[in-house]
């Protein structure tokens, strides 16, 4: 992976081809020029289907033997995943791609008229240009393995996202019908609290069915059942204030709801299987889990997001990638806070964040670097800072374990941390 902005300019030769795409759901805009900046021929409109694509290759290729062009780089804004099936036949056809940051575009695209239109014509000029000039990142399209992981991880957030709406929509019900419930239940998700919804999912049906009927059902689907709580559910349903109008088809709602979630909760766990079989199958990612605090789904989260750890030289890349790297607001005498730029792979940095605050429940190592962080004589850090700082230690010991396959050591973080404290 290559870092600086030199090193990408030097990659922009005579013999190279930049081409840039404003990429559309149905249609697709190319331009071509060379490194200097010369357009090389007229504008391309090509639909997103094979002959389109198969029309852009022949453009191209026209192109490069009548401007004597041996190699071409295509930029592109990753405009939502409509650039998904145009970047793979790309890479098929062994041209290089890049992607341009949509901010970049948005403040470059007045250069050359100095007006803020934005046309199909315009767009693939200023996405070239950037390219051109080396403000462009490589394209990472994974490998088979992570990139299942990575589809295995999206399918995940996707399920999780719907169990939590659907239970939201649970907990609406039983403010409506049932307020009382959650006094006896702390969680409607527990096994006896599901028994009883499904069972006895109104006031009127609890004390129809009386503790003793109540008690009879849960012994039926559970290995443990309380007479004291039976009763108390029956007394909460006697003093309820919730609604009885509609209560047949509220029933039914509620009967509705409860399947959906099992479905959905039964697709997390399949996913989730698949996705601790994917994560054992890239190399060394098993002895992430060594470290106390992280868990399948969580080394799951940041290997698919990080890919193969061989394209990066240093893991400061991968906390840039991740949106961790500092910023400064200073001028003049001004100088303002340092933040983290929040600019690159949401998921990623959500998922350390998340991984780090378990850790610091139960991992001695971290949480006694997090009160290091905090209780320095020097520059002391609150606890935000702290935690992000963390987070950058974890990616140093993930890209150290990745690269070289030894054992996460708990002694050698602890000395490591005794050492530094010495030195300050």
């Not at 008229?113 to 051109?132: C, E, F, G, H, W």
Request: some cysteine.
């Amino acid at each position: 992976m290559k870092r600086t902005q030199n090193e990408k300019i030097l990659q922009i030769q005579n013999h190279t081809l930049v081409v840039g795409i404003d990429v559309g759901k149905d249609s697709h805009y190319a331009r071509a020029f060379d490194n200097r900046g010369i357009e090389l021929a007229k504008l391309l409109r090509f639909s997103n289907t094979a002959q389109g694509y198969e029309a852009l290759d022949e453009w191209m290729r026209m192109i490069m033997e009548q401007k004597a062009k041996t190699e071409a780089i295509v930029g592109f804004e990753p405009t939502g995943h409509y650039w998904f099936t145009l970047g793979d036949h790309l890479q098929g056809k062994g041209h290089r791609l890049g992607i341009v940051n949509p901010f970049h575009v948005k403040c470059t695209r007045e250069l050359d008229d100095n007006s803020p239109t934005k046309n199909d014509r315009k767009d693939p000029k200023t996405i070239a240009m950037l390219v051109k000039d080396g403000r462009f990142r490589d394209v990472y399209i994974p490998a088979d393995l992570y990139s299942e992981l990575r589809e295995a991880v999206s399918e995940r957030e996707r399920l999780q996202g719907q169990l939590i709406a659907l239970s939201n929509q649970i907990h609406r019900w039983l403010d409506i019908r049932f307020p009382e419930f959650i006094t006896v239940f702390k969680d409607w998700g527990g096994k006896t609290a599901q028994a009883t919804l499904k069972n006895f999912p109104t006031p009127a049906r609890v004390m129809a069915a009386g503790a003793a009927g109540v008690l009879q059902v849960w012994q039926k689907h559970l290995q443990r059942s309380s007479l004291k709580k039976a009763e108390r559910l029956v007394r909460a349903a006697e003093k309820s204030i919730g609604r009885t109008a509609g209560s047949e088809a509220a029933e039914a709602a509620l009967a509705n709801l409860l399947a959906q979630y099992d479905m959905i909760a039964g697709q997390r766990q399949r996913i989730e299987q698949l996705m601790q079989e994917l994560l054992l199958r890239v190399p060394n990612a098993g002895k992430l889990l060594e470290i106390r605090g992280i868990g399948m789904v969580t080394a799951a989260v940041i290997i698919s997001e990080i890919g193969d750890i061989r394209r990066f030289q240093d893991p400061r890349q991968i906390l840039k990638m991740a949106g961790l790297s500092l910023k400064e607001n200073s001028s003049g005498k001004h100088r303002g806070k340092t933040t983290i730029n929040k600019r690159g792979r949401r998921r990623l940095r959500e998922g350390l964040f998340q991984v780090m605050i378990p850790m610091l429940a139960i991992n001695a190592e971290f949480r006694a670097m997090h009160q290091k962080n905090l209780t320095r004589l020097v520059n002391p850090l609150n606890k935000m800072q702290s935690v992000i700082a963390l987070c950058g230690k974890l990616v140093r010991v993930i890209y150290a374990i990745l690269t070289k396959g030894c054992l996460y050591d708990a002694e050698k973080m602890t000395n490591d941390m005794k050492r530094s404290m010495k030195a300050a």
